[in-house]
């Protein structure tokens, strides 16, 4: 994909729904008594995965587009798949999944593409063997491919050494079948879709600072859910309209779950122009309009508690950085390195690539701002977060950018390259 410099960006887009929360209407509608609609369903190759691993396990899956209907089988319902569970590039469909698993009549093993082979394992392995899970790395290596012998398991309070939305979901989906309560503590509170689902799905769950506490579940209830757009989505229309000259954008219907807000909260320390309209929302999360424009920023410092709530706009947030006066310094972000890439030195590499002036640390990087952005060959790494970043910069730079590998948008955003297109001046 050739991207070049544009003279703006206005108009409004309403961006896919939330990836976070289209997997968990997965999850939990397949394990449902009764059928799940799903309004809003991210229709991304990751929530994609997610269907196709629940389909291979006897649940009747109807996409229909906008809307997917889930046939829930019951908690003790699923079928032994006839073959490997394949999550593609999907870290949620993995972790998440293998909670479920864990406690299946059956054994199963999962695996994806060569970067999922590459994802560190070892923090669910831990947690789920404690409660009794018989979960093995194929290669002996902590990560995919799974081997997981369903087997009953047991209530554990679990002290995570790591804010991770998606460790704790699986010790969360675990604790669903186990023999007594299950709790988890997070070092900074990650996204809580899972908990608010839980909640929505007839569970009982409650959350009391860092810690989340549940009971197991006899059976959950189908019911509707309308996902919000994801505001991970939601942030590269954010960034792009703030960092380009004439712009004014909308973005309806976005999801701002103050577990998953920091984005906002940047904006606001960088002095960007955003204005928030709060909408009606469902199952418990805050949805609103966001509308940004052109601003004149300024660096700021971002680490501590707030990083889990940005966790993946940080590679977005780097391009903003590029165009604010001052220094960013983006510090206890050392989770960068185990996403899809190691989001740390792809985006240092390919910023600097690009003229800007970045040092990655060993938990982030720091960013000194205005520096001229000169068009660059990008490699993508196939990591959609990266793509879309580097669209944006691509867009704010003189010449040409090439973004290697740019279709994984698909993972998350397949029509990201139309929309963005159409808003452009
Ligand atoms: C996710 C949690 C986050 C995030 C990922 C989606 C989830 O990962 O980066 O894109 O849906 O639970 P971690 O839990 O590994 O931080």
Redesign the pocket.
Known sequence: MIINKINGLSGEVTVPGD??IS?RSIMLGSLAKGTTEVKGFLQGADCLSSISCFSKMGVEIENKGDIVLIHGRGLRGLKEPASTLDVGNS??TTRLMSGILAAQNFTSRVTGDASIQKRPMKRIITPLSMMGADIKSEFGNDCAPLIINGTSLRGIHYDSPVA????K?AVLFAGLYADGETSVTEPAV??NHTELMFEEYGVDIKCEGKTVVMKPADELHARKVIVPGDISSATYFIVAAAITPNSCVTIRNVGINPTRDGIIEVCRMMGANITIEKTSGDIGEPTADITVSTSSLKGCTIGGDII?TL??EIPAIAILACFADGETIIKDAQ?LKV?ESNRIDVVVNNLKAMGADIEATDDGMIISGGKVLHGAVIDSKLDHRIAMSFAIAGMNADGETEILGSECVDISYPEFYNDIKRLSK
């Open positions: 990836k976070s997997h870290g949620t991770s939305a998606q460790v979901s990650s996204r889990p966790i993946d989770e996403k």
